[in-house]
T-cell receptor, first 114, second 114 residues
Framework: EPEVTQTPSHQVTQMGQEVILRCVPI?????FYWYRQILGQKVEFLVS????????KSEIFDDQFSVERPDGSNFTLKIRSTKLEDSAMYFC????????????FGNGTRLTVT | AQSVTQLGSHVSVSEGALVLLRCNYS??????LFWYVQYPNQGLQLLLK??????LVKGINGFEAEFKKSETSFHLTKPSAHMSDAAEYFC????????????FGQGTRLTINP
């Protein structure tokens, strides 16, 4: 069964550094998402992306964050100037369409900011 | 605004016993409701979903959930627990207008005792 793959599985970075989290969505999916889960808290929606542009974003997704689909397969989340509170598990997801088709999640990237 | 409350961060049952994981939601519009499961070191996997139609929804691995509008609930059940059901379970809500912007509960960790 096709899977959403995320790399790396764990990323450690120093405060103030930039990180790029990478995701390869399922190949025939058109909609892409990032969610995150801070340790001990709920999984939170960050952003959705379709047709090479952001379709919706949460209040968490400020100017520090950006997303990109640099080629036909990858979908990336960039965090500029990381803060301690950015430490979380970041999940990428994709879906075929935007209505009620299921989200397929990757295994997540655990980001630790020191 | 939408929200989800999962009663019980940890639930423990014996193998073969009934599994009941509770989920209550708040939504000002007709909800879409979901249950996801997360096994250790894996991503979120869709167990089942309710959008419209029949209120009793059957999912994978023998799980089912019933949408009760009057109680604003979407509890997850399985008649007979198996050791392989040990995982974290997340209830989530969205709406037809934002079907893929999921709002998650805090999760319930299910432990199965032999």
């Amino acid at each position: 069964e096709p899977e959403v793959t995320q790399t790396p599985s764990h990323q450690v970075t120093q405060m103030g550094q930039e990180v790029i989290l990478r995701c390869v969505p399922i190949s025939n999916h058109l909609y892409f998402y990032w969610y995150r889960q801070i340790l001990g808290q709920k999984v939170e929606f960050l952003v959705s992306f379709y047709n090479n542009e952001i379709s919706e974003k949460s209040e968490i997704f400020d100017d520090q964050f950006s997303v990109e689909r640099p080629d036909g397969s990858n979908f990336t989340l960039k965090i500029r100037s990381t803060k301690l509170e950015d430490s979380a598990m970041y999940f990428c997801a994709s879906s075929e369409v935007a209505d009620n088709s299921p989200l397929h999640f990757g295994n997540g990237t655990r980001l630790t900011v020191t | 605004a939408q929200s989800v409350t999962q009663l019980g961060s940890h639930v423990s049952v014996s193998e073969g016993a009934l599994v009941l994981l509770r989920c209550n939601y708040s939504s000002s519009v007709p909800p879409y409701l979901f249950w996801y499961v997360q096994y250790p070191n894996q991503g979120l996997q869709l167990l089942l979903k309710y959008t419209t139609g029949a209120t009793l929804v059957k999912g994978i691995n023998g799980f089912e959930a019933e949408f009760k509008k009057s109680e604003t609930s979407f509890h997850l059940t399985k008649p007979s627990a198996h050791m392989s059901d040990a995982a974290e379970y997340f209830c989530a809500v969205s709406s037809p207008q934002g079907a893929q912007k999921l709002v998650f509960g805090q999760g319930t960790r299910l432990t199965i005792n032999p």
